[in-house]
C-alpha cells in the first residue's frame, strides 16, 4: 500500500505544501471505481531529497568541497526567501505581472504552497483566468489544486485527495462524452503512471487522450506542466504528439522570480529541482473541441 505522508520540516524550512496535493487523478484505464481509496503516493521526504540532491550535484563530505557549499549557498537562498514572503517577493521581483500569449495576468504570490518560491506563481493566475471565461457547471478541474485558492465553484475530480467537494473517483470511470466547456489539470499529469509501481511512463499521454473526450464542442482543454519532471511526457509536448493547438512556455530567472515566456523549444532542458519541488520553466498547453455542436 502506498500512502501520504503529512508535511514535515526540511533542512531548509517546512516541506512545500505541494507535497500534500500531489494528486494523481488518473491512475489506470482500467480502473475500478473505489469510493474510498486504499492508497496514494507517498512523496519523498526532506532527507532523502537531500541525499538525491547532493549526489546529482557531485556532493563530496571533504572540507571545502566546491559542491557542498553550492548545495549550502542554495539551501540558504531558499530559506531567506521562503522567510521574506510574498512581501518581499515583490519587492525583489519589481513587476505585478507577467506576460504569455499576448495576455498579461498578475502574479498569485501566496502562502499556501509558497507559490513566490515555484511555478505556482503563474499557473494560479493562468487558470484563474480560463475558470472566469466559462459556466462553472460546466467546468471539471482533474487534480485539486485551485479551491486552494479560492476557487471552488466548478466540478472537481481527485482519486486521492480528501476534502469537501471533492470527487474521490477515477478520471477514467467517467464516461467520455463532450460535455464540459473546461477541462484544467494544474500539474498533476506528470505524476500519472510516473509516480506509480510499477512505472508506466505512457499511462499520462493516454490521460491526456481521455480529457479531450470530455471536451464539449467549442470547449478548451488547459493543462499545464513542469518541466524536467516527466521526460516521457515532456517528449511528447516537445514533439507535438499530444496533440495540442497550443504550447507556450514560461521559465523563471531565479532568485529573481521573474518569469518570462520562452520560446517552447528553448525549455526542452529545464531542470526540476526536487529538493525544493521546483521547476524552472512551465509548458501551458491548450486544445479546443473544433467539432460542430
Known amino acids: 500500500m502506498i500512502r501520504k505522508l503529512s508535511p514535515g520540516l526540511g533542512c531548509c524550512g517546512p516541506l512545500p505544501q505541494r507535497s500534500r496535493s500531489y494528486a494523481r487523478a488518473v491512475s489506470s484505464p482500467n480502473a475500478v471505481r473505489s469510493p474510498q481509496p486504499t492508497g496514494d503516493w507517498t512523496p519523498l521526504g526532506p532527507l532523502t531529497r537531500l541525499l538525491q540532491s547532493a549526489r546529482s550535484r557531485g556532493y563530496s563530505s571533504r572540507p571545502g568541497s566546491t559542491v ?23 519587492r525583489v521581483r519589481g513587476a505585478r505581472s507577467f506576460e504569455l500569449g499576448g495576455g498579461r495576468f498578475d502574479y498569485r504570490d501566496d502562502w499556501h504552497n509558497w507559490t513566490w518560491l515555484n511555478e ?27 479551491s486552494h ?27 467520455p462524452t463532450p460535455v464540459h466547456d473546461l477541462v484544467l489539470s494544474v500539474s498533476t499529469l506528470e505524476h500519472v503512471g510516473w509516480d506509480e509501481s510499477p512505472r508506466d511512463a505512457e499511462l499520462a499521454l493516454k490521460a491526456v487522450d481521455h480529457l479531450k473526450r470530455l471536451v464539449a464542442p467549442g470547449g478548451k482543454l488547459l493543462v499545464t506542466v513542469p518541466v524536467g519532471y516527466h521526460p516521457r511526457l515532456d517528449a511528447a509536448a516537445r514533439s507535438g504528439a499530444l496533440g495540442f493547438h497550443s504550447v507556450r512556455a514560461l521559465s523563471c530567472n531565479y532568485p529573481s522570480m521573474i518569469w518570462q515566456e520562452t520560446a517552447a523549444a528553448e525549455v526542452a532542458r529545464g531542470v526540476y529541482d526536487r529538493l525544493i519541488n521546483r521547476a524552472d520553466a512551465v509548458r501551458i498547453c491548450r486544445w479546443t473541441n473544433e467539432t460542430q455542436p
Do not use: C, N
Open 68 to 90: 557542498r557549499w553550492r548545495l549550502a549557498r542554495s539551501a540558504a537562498g531558499w530559506s531567506l526567501r521562503f522567510a521574506g514572503g510574498p512581501a518581499v517577493a515583490r
Open 120 to 146: 505556482r506563481a503563474v499557473e494560479i493566475p493562468i487558470a484563474a483566468a480560463a475558470l472566469g471565461s466559462v459556466d462553472p457547471s460546466r467546468t471539471i478541474e482533474v487534480g485539486v489544486v485551485m
Open 149 to 175: 485558492y479560492g476557487y471552488s465553484a466548478h466540478r472537481v475530480i481527485d482519486k486521492y485527495e480528501h476534502g469537501e467537494g471533492i470527487e474521490q473517483i477515477d478520471i477514467f470511470d467517467l464516461p
